[in-house]
């Protein structure tokens, strides 16, 4: 069973490098997910893709963040100039079009900046 | 999407069933009631979820009161695997954004 996988699972930085993170979802999902998770809380939402299109942003998705999804497929997320607020767990999950489905979450990618 | 309310933590003996509760007195009548729990160093994985009837799965079952202002996550048998946070949501119909409380903390007592 191949669930959501996400790569790479940790990332270090320093404070105004870039980073991108990747995300493969289950392969018979067009929907796909992208969240953050700071310590403590539950995640928030950041943005949506229906195959390939990007069809909602969160506020919380500032413009250096840039998530694409080319493909339809595999999902890359990529945050320019990161900033210590950036420091979070980043969650990916899929699911399928229909009714109320259900989101399956990938292990996530957490990043600390330095 | 509806607010939610759950405790901040519970704690359970291992084998015994726990009762996890969750209010959500602004409920829609379209919004479904879904959950979620979050073992450590892992993403979110999801639990069951429900519209109006009582629902059953292999993992979990999920009531439903009649009014739908609360619901509550039952496990039938506590095991040391099922210690996490776990999360209420709802969500409206058709709605692809889940809204993520702190949940609740669940401890199992071996």
């Known amino acids: ?114 | 999407d509806a607010k939610t309310t759950q405790p901040n933590s519970m704690e359970s003996n291992e084998e015994e069933p726990v009762h996890l509760p969750c209010n959500h007195s602004t409920i829609s009548g379209t919004d479904y009631i879904h959950w979620y729990r979050q073992l450590p160093s892992q993403g979110p994985e999801y639990v069951i979820h429900g519209l109006t009837s009582n629902v059953n799965n292999r993992m979990a079952s999920l009531a439903i009161a009649e009014d739908r202002k609360s619901s509550t996550l039952i496990l039938h048998r506590a095991t040391l695997r099922d210690a996490a946070v776990y999360y209420c949501l709802s969500s409206g119909a058709g709605s692809y954004q889940l809204t993520f409380g702190k949940g609740t903390k669940l401890s199992v007592i071996p």
């Open chain 1, 1 to 114: 069973d191949t669930g959501v996988s996400q790569d790479p699972r940790h990332k270090i930085t320093k404070r105004g490098q870039n980073v991108t993170f990747r995300c493969d979802p289950i392969s018979e999902h067009n929907r796909l997910y992208w969240y953050r998770q700071t310590l403590g809380q539950g995640p928030e939402f950041l943005t949506y893709f229906q195959n390939e299109a990007q069809l909602e942003k969160s506020r919380l998705l500032s413009d250096r963040f840039s998530a694409e999804r080319p493909k339809g497929s595999f999902s890359t997320l990529e945050i320019q100039r990161t900033e210590q607020g950036d420091s979070a767990m980043y969650l990916c999950a899929s699911s399928s079009t229909g009714y109320s489905q259900p989101q399956h979450f990938g292990d996530g990618t957490r990043l600390s900046i330095l």
